[in-house]
């Protein structure tokens, strides 16, 4: 199996069961977003701050939200050397 090839089965895998529909989501991506995620990612160097969500009929849905006040706080006194602390709902 390529990297392609993977990256596609764990999208297939991730919207199989589809209680929020997220299979219409993937249908209007082209195949192998994951793997230009984690190209993307791969070489990065510093710090990356990650923040998830995608909409749900009249709201949001999020996987670990980064709130505005609590990010803006911890990158005011970040510094290089350091790892950001992980938010907590």
């Known amino acids: 199996m390529n990297e392609l090839e993977l990256s596609t089965a764990i999208e297939a895998l991730l919207v199989e069961r589809n209680p929020r529909h997220m ?12 793997l230009r995620a984690a190209r993307q990612l791969r ?10 969500g995608f909409p749900v009929t009249t709201t949001f849905e999020t996987d670990g939200p980064v709130a505005p006040s609590p990010c803006t706080t911890a990158c005011t006194h970040w510094e290089p050397s350091q790892s950001l602390p992980a938010a907590h709902p």
Do not use: C, H, K, M
């Not at 070489?43 to 998830?52: K, N």
């Open 43 to 52: 070489d990065i160097r510093g710090p990356v701050i990650i923040g998830t």
């Open 23 to 34: 299979q219409v989501a993937r249908a209007a991506l082209e195949p192998g977003y994951y």
